[in-house]
């Protein structure tokens, strides 16, 4: 790379090397996108932030910042919120994902997707339903005569609670993504001198941790970032006065200022995940392996039972609950009938969005992996703190940046503005997930490939690629939900006319009664559901190639 | 070997992620094109629909409402309908819920793509007028519409109101013990028993701002301090206030006219008390109607404000369940709502109610522990 700099008169070998290789190109091209949709609209708020009223720089929205006991309560209460929900997601999800990769379950297929459903509920409407079952007049209430669980309801508890059973998937998913990447030949090696306990412990753990920390991480900055639910449960979060200062007070520059004491405590959690997760690391090759199969044994009825009460809790009782409260089916077709553009709008705009982040991600990725130790773990708090940045700083900041006269207002006038969106909110997240699976392919593959004569763009797309697999496909799955259930920033970017279906459930949620609130809810979980249970079943060879069976 | 021919040649060779690239490349720009900017001056749209008006062709406009789109999206259908005019709206989410429009009029100052804001609050259209992102227009529609309902310099005109109300659960409270003012509401008998939405957004931020200027700053902090102290609950929006009311979690609640209707037509256990009759009055919430400065296409966007404003538009807005309440004289008013005439609308001038909106944000921020 170095050499091309210099200026040597010299053989063709020299002459080549003078033009940046196709991975440099693509590297650049890939890095400077992100730094387009990702880091410049942040930027460009920071900017506003730092600018009075009379174009002048001042310090005014900073200076009081955090220094009055009120705000302080609520960002230790936000705090408290994002580990608390991290901790249960990961308590619940990561040892869900162990099970679907490693366990001799049955119907692991079916359960998967019942296992994701929360997570395309939007988790707003989650908090209702358990209001319904657990409020003071709730259906729990009803059917024991007392209301013992309705001052739960309305804590921090609940709202961990809640938010918690909404986001485990997103550990699962990533902890069996992981999971199936660990080589089992190395596990193979350790059974036959130590037991499988000891194996699971010292050996698959480790091996999975730091994708099941990025995952807890994200879960985290997803809780931070909530304020409805909080709302709706009275819980006091920081979050509120970042979107008080844009919507009560109209204030930009303050709603940035206000979103700064979040991205710090993003990346100080960051920080301290690192510290405790490391860098163990091992590379693999193409998993051709089983590894550690977890045989359930006498252990088998009390999994299934644990399984039972997750399903029960997280998914059947809120679904339940919101079909009752949704009440009559012409509610569900009458909803469905008139938002027909809108649902192609968004399972459109969302794959193109899921496909666009996982391209630009995978190349992040594998810069990242490939970068130095130091580098990569700066990158990895870049990826974290971006991602917690406020969706609604992102949308003003976007719509800054893009409406303009020519190519960039054609943009901000098309839908495409929405793909701009999803790509600048849910690229981190995707770079984070995929950066683990880039990280144990061998260099030493690549390095071979070359020798053997082939570009880096074929050995990217023919090695490197295919051994990320699974990870492509969970970060496209988990990219593809996030887009479709994207509202802050696409409120305020989606042009005129007929949008996307959270925008229109959203609209349309304002005033009716809760009966169809809860239809359309169910109607936006179902529209997401059908192709990833589609996409299930055309990967459904391929995953149990991988998974070994 | 010859090393630089190869990398050349080999991503010509590879041909599985480009083709993706490419499809992903070429749906942006096809999105892209699918919706371009109008590029033609607005004079000439302007001429163009305005010669078509009669023969029901041509021309667009652009609002932004937020207004319920349940209750706004069939009027601009039906002036779509009417005028062949091309309505494209951008719907506002409750304020609770995400940060909505006017954030998105501000942000596009400099490039405005709306033409009209169609605003169903007084605060969001005065914050946008001191930002200067209105213009002033006189509609002749605006004649018959009281005074105290217009802006003096015209940058807005009031139309089909909703009102501030008490509701209660009439499983859990007799009519007769209702509370019939708001002041009631500190009384012990309701401790822990009422609701109000959280006074930072929507149509609540509206009217605390206009009790601390009808009130002043004194009595009205006592009155929320003591709301406070009598365990008031603090709701995501008026419409969680009313379900919270109709579910009996609580047993009154302080919301909009609209909401409580919706619970009337779903056969809810609610009914609503118009408070402060005897007293100071209660608040009175015009939709607000303005022009766009810069707008891209401003006759059209006036010819839409006229409409907005005729009689018409207030008479189904008052049939409609947003049982909204005409301002124009003589149009026939909601059902389950009394005439205007009939109660006692606290008396605003809402420019100075929505200037107090910043510092009573600051104060019940810590008055009400939010």
């Not at chain 2, 940060?99 to 009029?105: D, S």
């Not at chain 2, 200027?213 to 929006?237: H, S």
Request: glycine share 8%; charged share 15%; proline share 6%.
């Amino acid at each position: 790379m170095v050499a091309s700099n210099r200026t040597v008169k010299g053989n063709a070998l020299q002459l080549g090397s003078a033009l940046p290789s196709s991975r440099t190109i693509i590297l650049v091209v890939a890095g400077a996108s992100f730094v387009l949709v990702c880091v410049v609209p942040i930027l460009y708020m920071l900017g506003v932030s730092f600018i009075s009223a009379d174009g002048l720089f001042t310090f005014e929205n900073y200076r009081l910042l955090l220094l009055d006991a009120r705000q302080r309560e609520l960002l230790g209460r936000s705090t408290l919120l994002g580990v608390g929900t991290a901790l249960l997601a990961t308590a619940i999800g990561a040892p869900l994902g162990l099970l679907l990769a490693r366990a001799d379950l049955p119907l692991k297929r079916m359960l998967r997707i019942l296992l994701v459903i929360p997570l395309v509920v939007p988790p707003y409407v989650l908090a209702l339903s358990w209001i319904l079952v657990t409020g003071s007049t709730g259906f729990l209430a009803s059917l024991i005569g007392g209301s013992f669980l309705s001052a739960w309801t309305y804590s921090l508890t609940g709202a961990i609670l809640v938010l918690g059973t909404c986001l485990y998937p997103l550990s699962m998913l990533a902890t069996e993504a992981a999971a199936r990447r660990v080589n089992g030949r190395l596990e193979e090696a350790a059974l036959l001198v130590a037991s499988p306990r000891r194996v699971l412990w010292r050996i698959t753990l480790p091996l999975i941790a730091p994708t099941v920390a990025a995952a807890a991480l994200i879960i985290f900055v997803l809780a931070l970032a909530e304020f409805g639910v909080p709302g709706l449960l009275r819980v006091r979060v920081f979050t509120t006065e970042v979107f008080t200062a844009f919507s009560a007070l109209y204030d930009f520059g303050a709603g940035v200022a206000l979103a700064v004491p979040l991205l710090a405590v993003a990346l100080i959690v960051g920080i301290i995940a690192k510290l405790i997760t490391g860098e163990r690391l091992l590379a693999a090759r193409r998993n051709l392996h089983p590894g550690l199969i977890l045989r359930l044994g006498r252990w088998r009825a009390v999994v299934l039972g644990l399984l039972a009460i997750i399903l029960t809790v997280t998914v059947i009782l809120p679904l339940v609950t919101l079909a009752v409260e949704a009440g009559k089916p012409e509610r569900i077709t009458s909803a469905l009938r008139s938002s027909g553009d809108a649902i192609h709008n968004s399972l459109s705009l969302a794959a193109i969005g899921a496909t666009l982040i996982v391209v630009l991600a995978a190349f992040l990725g594998y810069a990242r992996a490939r970068s130095g130790a130091r580098l990569r773990g700066l990158v990895d708090l870049l990826f974290i703190t971006i991602f917690a940045v406020p969706s609604t700083v992102v949308g003003v900041g976007l719509i800054g940046l893009w409406n303009r006269s020519g190519l960039l207002g054609a943009i901000y006038t098309s839908q495409a503005i929405i793909v701009v969106a999803y790509l600048a909110r849910f690229v981190p997240i995707a770079a984070l997930m995929l950066a683990a699976s880039v990280r144990q392919i061998p260099v030493s593959v690549e390095e071979a490939a070359e020798v053997g004569g082939a570009s880096w763009w074929r050995t990217f797309t023919r090695i490197v690629l295919p051994q990320m697999r699974a990870g492509l496909i969970s970060a496209w799955v988990v990219s593809f939900i996030f887009c479709f259930g994207e509202l802050g920033a696409t409120l305020l970017v989606a042009p005129p006319g007929e949008s996307t279906l959270p925008v229109r459930v959203y609209t349309i949620i304002a005033n009716t009664p809760s009966s169809e609130v809860a239809a359309l809810a169910l109607l936006q979980a179902s529209v997401v559901l059908v192709p990833l249970v589609i996409l299930g079943l055309f990967l459904r060879g391929n995953a149990t190639k991988a998974s070994g069976a | 070997m010859n090393n630089s021919i190869l990398r050349l040649m080999h991503p010509v060779r590879s041909k599985r992620l480009l083709p993706v690239l490419f499809a992903a490349f070429l749906s942006l720009v096809l999105a892209a094109c699918n919706n371009p900017q109008p590029t033609t001056s607005d004079a000439n749209n302007a001429n163009a629909s305005s010669a078509n008006i009669t023969s029901g062709a041509g021309g667009e406009v652009t609002i932004y409402v937020s207004t319920d789109r349940v209750f706004s999206e069939p009027i601009l259908r039906e002036y779509e309908r009417k005028t062949g005019v091309r309505v494209s709206a951008v719907y506002d989410t409750e304020e609770t819920k995400s940060t909505g429009l006017a954030n998105k009029l501000l942000a596009e100052k400099n490039r405005p793509q709306a033409d009209v804001f169609w605003s169903n609050e007084p605060v969001r259209t005065l914050v946008l007028k001191k930002n200067g992102v209105l213009a002033p227009y006189d509609s002749p529609n605006a004649e018959g519409i009281p005074a105290i309902f217009q802006d003096p310099e015209n940058y807005w005109t009031g139309f089909s109101a909703r009102s501030r109300v008490i509701v209660y659960n009439t499983n859990l409270v007799k009519p007769e013990d209702a509370p019939k003012s708001i002041f009631d509401l500190t009384d012990p008998k309701w401790k822990g028993q009422a609701a109000i939405a959280d006074p930072r957004f929507g149509s609540t931020s509206f009217h605390v701002a206009a009790l601390y200027a009808e009130l002043g700053d004194e009595r009205a902090d006592e009155f929320f301090r003591k709301l406070k102290a009598n365990d008031v609950k603090i709701a995501p929006g008026n419409s969680v206030v009313r379900d919270m009311v109709a579910r009996g979690e609580v047993k009154v609640g302080l919301t909009d006219t609209d909401d409580v209707n919706v619970a009337l037509e779903d056969k809810q256990p609610v009914a609503m008390v118009f408070p402060d009759h005897d007293g100071i009055g209660v608040p009175v919430m015009p939709n607000m109607v303005s022009l766009i400065a810069n707008a891209p296409h401003p006759e059209a966007g006036k010819r839409l404000i006229n409409y907005l404003l005729s009689p018409e538009v207030e008479r189904s807005l008052a049939q409609s369940e947003a049982v909204q309440i005409p301002l124009h004289a003589g149009v026939e008013g909601p059902k389950n709502i009394p005439a205007l005439a009939s109660f006692k609308p606290m008396t605003l001038d809402y420019g100075k109610a929505a200037d107090r909106v910043e510092d009573v944000t600051r104060r019940l921020q810590l008055i009400l522990g939010l």
